[in-house]
């Protein structure tokens, strides 16, 4: 007999099944009552973030977690039909470039498959679970995006008897093909209010089980394989995995190669049916190191799927080049996220977050060999890059509270150091780390920003910055809306008048001569503020780099040497704190109104607030800077200007706050972390407006416009 005639291949329309599966909580092996079984034991396989392409058992539930917008279907080669050359042409649809199908220039995907008008992403797997009820299998994929009952084909073939030897062929309609398979199934209608697809089969033979499954479009496209595992590759960093085919920066270069050869048979997963009727919970194996996607739930979204021209963010429909837009919209939002090798015994890792630049994504920078090895593996860190809701999110508004929602994720999920975090990030994620670190000085111990844009193109270093009062007088005329207001492109603010906030969080700032994008005259600025501040710094300027040096050369020691040893500082004596309230997004829960001790910081009215408040009641210690100027050859020729620490004083314990409020209504101060609970304190506060200071232990000091001076 040949394998054409022993398989057994059925089409039927999925029948829209959506009860929940009899299941209970997991960890345990035993067998429940199906009959006991409540609303949370079948809600308890649900999670709220994964390592992607991982699967496990819960409850006698087989559930495969996929990777998430990784939907680009085959590698169409050097040059196809399509046609693609140089996988250059399936990038850029932000720009409006027809054969794109990713928004970004910078990001890549792999396979090069597109969806109809309309239709994008509605191939892409989140979870495929199998359970057996009764003596039926249940099947149900959950989709990304669904927006009609018939958008999608989803397949599952079964090689009953776990042998690729027997079975096997195409799967049509899908047009793919594997080994071994005696059962496929094809399900042609879902249910797009829960972006679902479900049905159910005949039991089918056998106690050992390889199953496959995929997504296509109606017209039988394949987009989307599961049972990939935790080792997807997205491996276009620099030149010249960038242009290649078949390099991607999605987490899908396997699965565009398998498509291309028109067979998926590596693909798949062994199960033992008996897990299945005896309800079995067995965790995922362990991922403890390399380059991986996390996948975590969001509480917000912007819609459903992938909006490739882009949401317009704070500043509107612009079309100005990095424009602050927002383009991956659902609940479910990928990161990458690099773990160090084994650490050394008794130590746990630091974390890092690496973002991305304008036209790139969470696989950029983090995916290159030395980034792991120099900041991952050389300093003991986890290196977590977000999506940021796309490649122009500029990291304020929802693509900040991604960043937050990352971190804390990251931080729930891995043992970590939280006195060893850092933000950093190249070009608009450079701006990004110094926003962030800026606006939650008291989550980071340092950061690092390469080429990072400073909040304004026409920041200067002059006497007077004359310049930008000219530019912003030309500006005023402008059509574009961006440039009137003062050139900011897609930031939020100008971020180097916020640099005062960075007095406990050393910084290494990384800029290229020779910047085609951050001019440097802006870069220039930034040191001549940060040179003006209180903040331990060291510039880097490389004459003869550009824009993506440093990203071509992959060569990051001397900043990682640079935040080796650096500490989150914890409660300090002496809080400085700009803010403004425009910067705050209540609906994306995103307020920055505190700092260290100080919480709570409520404005007169509109425009920038100042908190600046020494509060030494448990004494400390203060770090003394000293300037200074230093050259090197590495990896390009560099000469730099710094503020170092160069000792610490002490700071005696006295019951005293002094300091300075401006457009300042109202704070809150602890008096646990100052060591003022229950003390008579001494103050003396200069405010432009009356003022109310409320003490964590009840007590309360109402300020008058001027200076304050007395004892509560």
């Given at each position: 007999?040949?394998?054409d ?5 059925t089409r039927?329309r999925?029948?829209?099944v959506?009860a929940a599966?009899?299941v209970?909580?997991?960890g ?8 006991t079984l ?7 396989c649900?999670?709220r ?13 087989l559930i ?5 917008y990784?939907?680009f279907?085959?590698d ?6 399509s046609p693609?050359?140089?996988n250059v042409t399936n990038?850029g649809g932000?720009?409006?470039i027809?054969?794109a199908?990713?928004p970004?220039?910078l990001?890549?995907s792999?396979g090069?498959a597109?969806?109809p008008?309309g239709?994008?992403?509605t191939?892409?797997l989140?979870?495929l679970?199998l359970?057996i009820?009764?003596?039926e299998?249940r ?7 669904m927006?009609?009952a018939d958008?999608t084909?989803a397949?599952?073939?079964?090689d009953?008897?776990?042998?690729p030897?027997?079975g096997?062929?195409a799967w049509t ?13 094809v399900?042609d209608?879902?249910d ?8 159910r089969i005949p039991?089918p033979?056998g106690e050992t ?10 017209d039988?496209t394949v987009?989307?394989?599961a049972?990939?595992g935790v080792?997807?590759?997205a491996k276009a960093g620099k030149i010249?995995?960038?242009i290649l085919?078949g390099?991607?920066?999605?987490w899908?270069?396997r ?16 199960l ?8 079995i919970?067995?965790?995922p194996?362990p991922?403890?190191?390399g380059?991986?996607q ?6 917000y979204t912007?819609?459903e ?11 509107g429909d612009?079309?100005?080049?990095c424009?602050?837009?927002?383009h991956y919209l659902g609940?479910y939002?990928?990161y990458g996220i690099?773990l160090p090798?084994?650490?050394a015994?008794g130590t746990?890792p ?9 036209e ?5 920078q983090?995916?290159e ?5 120099q ?6 860190r986890?290196?977590?890059s977000?999506?940021?809701r796309?490649p122009?999110?500029f ?9 937050l929602?990352?971190l804390?994720?990251?931080?729930n999920h891995y043992?970590?150091d ?8 190249y070009?608009?994620g450079g701006?990004?780390a ?6 939650y ?5 340092g ?8 909040g304004?193109?026409?920041?200067a270093p002059l006497p007077g910055?004359p ?6 007088g030309l ?5 574009i809306p961006?440039?009137a207001?003062?050139?900011?492109i897609?930031a939020?603010?100008?971020i180097?008048?916020f640099i005062?906030n960075?007095?406990?969080v050393?910084?290494a700032?990384?800029y290229?001569g020779?910047d085609e994008l951050v001019?440097v005259?802006?870069s220039?600025?930034l040191?001549q503020?940060l040179?003006?501040?209180d903040s331990?710094?060291?510039?880097f300027l490389?004459?003869v ?7 071509l050369?992959d060569q ?5 040497d640079?935040t080796?040893?650096l ?12 803010t403004?309230?425009?910067?705050d997004?209540?609906?994306?829960n995103?307020a920055?109104d505190r ?6 910081i409520?404005a007169q009215g509109?425009?920038i607030s100042?908190v ?8 400390g210690?203060?770090w ?9 050859l590495q ?5 730099s200007?710094?503020q170092r620490?160069?000792?610490?004083a002490p700071?005696p314990?006295r ?17 646990d972390a100052t060591?003022l609970?229950g003390?008579a304190?001494a103050?003396r506060?200069q ?5 109310r ?8 000091l109402d300020?008058l416009?001027g200076?304050n001076?007395?004892t509560f």
């Open positions: 007999m040949n394998a005639s022993i398989h057994r291949s039927i999925a029948s829209l959506f599966l009899a209970s909580a997991c345990t092996s035993e067998v429940p009552n199906p009959d409540t609303v949370a034991a079948r809600e308890a649900q999670v973030s994964w390592i992607a392409g991982s699967t496990e058992m819960c409850n006698g539930a495969y977690r996929d990777y998430v990784d939907d279907g085959a169409a080669g050097l040059i196809s039909p693609t050359l140089l990038r932000h720009l409006g027809p054969l199908n990713t970004s220039l990001a890549p792999a090069d597109g969806y008008k239709l994008e992403n191939a892409d989140v979870t679970t359970s009820e009764g003596q299998l099947v149900e994929f959950e989709l990304n995006t927006f009609n958008d084909l397949a599952i073939a079964i009953t008897d776990n042998d030897a027997t096997g062929g309609p899908l047009k793919t093909s594997s080994r071994g398979w005696e059962l496929l199934q399900f209608h879902g797009p209010d829960s972006n679902r697809i479900s049905g039991l033979e089980w390889r199953v496959q499954a995929a997504l296509a479009q109606r039988g987009m989307n394989v049972f990939r080792d997807e590759q010249p995995d960038q085919p390099s991607g920066n999605f899908e270069d699965q565009a190669a398998a498509l291309k050869s028109g067979d998926i048979s590596e693909f798949g997963h062994v033992d049916v008996a897990d299945l009727r005896n309800r919970s067995r965790a194996a991922v403890t190191q380059f991986h996390r996948v975590y739930v969001s509480d912007l819609g799927g992938i909006a490739r021209q882009g949401i317009a963010g704070r500043h612009t079309h100005l080049p424009e602050q837009y927002f609940r939002q990928p690099y090798q084994a650490s015994q746990v630091g974390v890092q977050i690496v973002m991305h630049g304008c790139a994504n969470h696989a950029s983090i995916n060999p030395n980034m792991q090895a900041f991952g593996d050389g300093l003991n986890i290196l977590v977000p999506l940021g796309g122009y999110g990291f304020s508004d929802i693509s900040e509270r991604d960043v929602d990352v804390d994720d990251v931080q043992a970590t939280p006195a060893r975090v850092f933000a950093s990030g070009s608009m701006y990004g110094i926003r962030l670190a800026a606006l000085p008291d989550r980071f111990a950061l690092v920003s390469w080429v990072g844009f400073t304004d193109i026409t920041n910055n310049l930008p009062e000219i530019l912003r500006g005023s005329a402008s059509q961006n440039l207001n003062g050139a900011s897609g939020a603010e100008n180097i008048d005062g960075l007095r406990h050393p910084g700032y990384v290229a020779a001019q005259t802006t220039l600025a040191a503020r040179g003006q501040s331990p710094f060291q510039f490389h004459p780099a550009e824009h993506l040096t440093f990203m050369l990051w020691q001397k900043e990682a640079y080796r040893d500490v989150r500082v914890e409660n300090p004596t002496r809080v400085t704190y700009r403004d309230l425009a910067f997004f209540p609906e994306y995103i920055h700092a260290y001790w100080i919480s709570q409520r509109a425009g100042d600046d408040l020494t509060a030494p009641g448990c004494g210690s203060q003394m800077l000293e300037k200074g100027q230093d050259a090197g990896p390009l020729p560099w000469v200007t710094l620490i160069s000792s610490s700071v314990a019951a005293a706050l002094e300091g300075t409020l401006a457009n300042v209504q109202s704070l809150t101060l602890d008096a060591c609970r003390q304190i103050y506060i405010s432009d407006a009356p003022a200071i409320s003490l964590s232990d009840g007590r309360a300020l416009a200076e001076q007395g």
